[in-house]
């Protein structure tokens, strides 16, 4: 019986499917031979299968072995051949960390209705140790259906298998490869039933799709009915065609003689929420890249730029998950330049400072226009605004990618992320819903949508930043004060808990995985750029007029003699934050302790450098000391992809499961053109799928606020 996965191992390990039966009949007589070294290496003990489902598998195992060696048919010894040949074996670049073992998804799915049994596409995931350092392992094997549920001491037993396969290579070799007790898991094609999610996230996207088809044929007919009402014979009447902003009244002549606004019509209320819905509509604002004066336009660059980073660095942790070239991860990260990528946690950070910087301006405009006082209806709208308008794209992405994906994707190479998801969002839909999900579930890596601690962290830090922008208006010193003494707190307790922790200097930390929950996904951790782009916000609102009228009185060189130096200072100190610790990074990677004090002072420094420098960017290029950069990062076609950030931050992830679990091959960080490619592959699918979520979602919701916001004050 334990003989069986050593078979499905080494039978056909290159190319035997291809060869003759008689030079497989040959390699098998080669395995045989083998046995007796590898019994010597393994013995299962009995006890170990003790259900009857763990019984079941590994009596069909020894069955499928006995008749690939003495078949009693030929339809048995078939059977047999293609379960061999169907599930993954060891390759090319075992030694330098090669275990992911992928097999033939598509040869093992014609075998389900095989005529001595079913067959299932059975994920096997853990951590092997190679010469000491733990590597992610991955085997599919194309395991009969009993295999299925077994417990925890019988997946063991799987492993046990592949570990006297790896003790054979390990001593030919003379080094340490072996696969670590009680880390392996199974994850087995699953029909899944449809449950309440999935239900109502049909639901759901049937009502939104019905809403734009009828919102969107109304807004088409609309000029045809109320032409055809005018009837043929009064051509010399006023023709009315319904434009985006109102009503245009048209002489025969077609020249445009008067408008007037739609909400002077007496259009229902229905018509007007279903012309909310409207592609006429909601395509029109997603490509109007027209500015209006006093608008930050710098920002529109930042954050496409800054999205696009972060799905960068995305795109390596996905390809990590189906990577076969471990071995050339270290020498990819010793490039510098590869920095950009592994650490590059700084975009998030630029998230939070424009996040900061915004909710400052906005508000301290709003408080100014009422006199330092806002009516209690105003502030309740301050935080159902945020809310419903987070919320509802957001809902809708719980209910697709946490519920429908795993209805609709069945099977497939890698289904265990899928699954995971799914369960998770089964249990804490809620804590998303209601941005707890930093703190909810305990354990960060149970999440329903992973990325989106971002948004629990963004919602809370809108939450309490009313606080220092009505200090900043009111007392301006003491707001100044009450803002950096809550940096220079979360400074304080950032080098406490990496003290305390033992934490390393980077996210990246391979030798502590409590990094991640305890500094990076919690508020009073990353709220620093936050609070210093509130700062920078209350600066522009109180001084940008004065500088700017500064500004028209000098001449170019003066402007680029002030403003070059500071430039210099802003991008060195960008430059450190992500470059600095390209050694320490290194040292983690290679299980080599880094210096505490290195930890600590980047650990509690990184994030306050990034959001001075980046706040500063923003003031220059407001100021009119920008130049080129500014030209770039205000230019109009950034204002288009920056309507598309958040859902391309919503959905990437999504995206990037999807392609995952329909790859057929094992991923490689190098060429590097491999990765482009489907890094600009996950990028564009991202970007199309959230100009979708824009024109169905986000902008409807838009226009409904609009239009509940013109009833109530009409």
Avoid at 110 to 131: F, I, P, R
Avoid at 638 to 663: E, K
Wanted: include cysteine.
């Amino acid at each position: 019986m334990n003989w069986v996965l050593f078979s499905v191992f080494l039978i056909s390990s290159t190319s035997a499917i291809n060869d003759d039966f008689h030079e497989l009949l040959l390699r098998l007589g080669q395995v045989q031979g083998l046995k007796k070294e590898y019994s010597q290496h393994l013995k299962i003990p009995d006890e170990s299968i003790s259900t009857p489902s763990g019984k079941a598998c590994f009596q069909k195992l020894e069955n499928l072995y006995k008749n690939l060696l003495h078949p009693n048919s030929i339809s048995s010894y078939t059977e047999s051949l293609y379960f061999v040949d169907a599930s993954g074996k060891p390759s090319s670049g075992l030694l330098t960390g090669n275990l992911f073992f992928m097999g033939s998804y598509d040869e093992c799915k014609s075998m389900e209705n095989s005529t001595n049994g079913y067959y299932k596409n059975c994920h096997m995931s853990g951590y092997a140790v190679l010469q000491g350092a733990p590597i992610p392992f991955s085997w599919t094997a194309c395991l009969p259906t009993e295999c299925r549920d077994l417990n925890s001491s019988e997946i063991n037993s799987l492993t046990n298998n592949i570990n006297g396969v790896l003790l054979i290579i390990s001593e030919t070799a003379k080094i340490q490869l072996l696969i670590a007790p009680n880390t392996t898991q199974i994850t087995c094609d699953k029909v899944v039933e449809y449950d309440t999610g999935a239900v109502l996230g049909i639901a759901l996207i049937s009502i939104i799709l019905f809403l734009v088809f009828v919102g969107t044929c109304y807004d088409f007919s609309e000029p045809l009915l109320l032409e055809f009402k005018l009837g043929a014979g009064q051509s010399d009447q006023t023709v009315l065609v319904v434009a985006e902003e109102g009503i245009t009244e048209v002489h025969p002549d077609n020249h445009q003689v008067q408008a007037k606004a739609t909400s002077d019509t007496n259009e229902s209320i229905f018509i007007k929420t279903l012309r909310c819905f409207s592609l006429y509509k909601t395509f029109g604002v997603l490509t109007n890249t027209s500015t209006r004066e006093g608008q930050v336009l710098c920002l529109n660059g930042i954050r496409v730029l800054s999205i696009n980073w972060v799905v960068l660095g995305h795109c390596y942790l996905f390809i990590t998950a189906a990577t076969g070239d471990l071995g050339s991860f270290l020498p990819l990260v010793k490039r510098k330049t590869f920095s950009l990528v592994i650490n590059g946690f700084p975009s998030v950070d630029s998230f939070f400072t424009l996040s900061g910087f915004l909710v400052s301006y906005l508000l301290l405009k709003q408080l100014k226009k009422g006199r330092g006082n806002l009516s209690m209806a105003q502030w309740i709208g301050y935080y159902i605004h945020r809310w419903f308008r987070l919320s509802i794209p957001f809902l809708v992405v719980i209910l697709f990618q946490g519920f429908l994906l795993r209805q609709f994707i069945q099977s497939g190479t890698l289904l265990e992320s899928l699954t995971s998801d799914h369960e998770a969002c089964k249990k804490y839909w809620w804590a998303d819903l209601l941005y707890l999900n930093n703190f909810i579930p305990k354990n960060a890596s149970v999440q329903c949508i992973g990325q989106t601690w971002y948004l629990a962290n963004d919602f809370q830090m809108y939450v309490i930043a009313p606080l220092f922008v009505f200090l900043l208006y009111r007392f301006s010193v003491v707001g100044i004060a009450v803002t950096n003494g809550m940096i220079a707190l979360c400074i304080i307790i950032t080098s406490v808990l990496t003290h305390h922790y033992h934490l390393g200097a980077t996210s990246i930390d391979t030798s502590n995985s409590k990094e991640f929950y305890i500094l990076y996904n919690k508020p009073y951790i990353r709220i620093s750029p936050y609070l210093i782009g509130i700062l920078a916000g209350w600066f522009y609102w109180k001084y940008s007029e004065q500088i700017r009228v500064a500004m028209t009185q000098l001449s170019v060189k003066r402007k680029i003699v002030m403003a070059l130096p500071v430039w210099i200072v802003t991008f060195v100190i960008e430059y450190s934050v992500v470059f600095l610790i390209h050694d320490d990074i290194v040292k983690n990677i290679e299980q080599v302790k880094v210096r505490e004090a290195d930890a600590i002072s980047y650990q509690s420094l990184y994030k306050v450098g990034w959001g001075i420098a980046l706040s500063l960017q923003i003031l220059l290029c407001q100021a009119g000391l920008g130049g080129p950069i500014n030209k770039l990062l205000s230019w109009k076609g950034w204002v288009l992809l920056g309507r598309l950030t958040y859902g391309v931050y919503l959905v990437h992830f999504g995206v990037a499961q999807i392609m995952l679990n329909q790859i057929r091959h094992i991923l490689y960080f190098n060429p590097n053109m491999e990765v482009a490619i489907i890094y600009l592959g996950i990028l564009t699918m991202s970007y199309l799928w959230s100009a979708v979520l824009f024109t169905f979602v986000e902008q409807p919701l838009a226009f409904l606020e609009q239009l509940t916001y013109r009833k109530k004050t009409s």
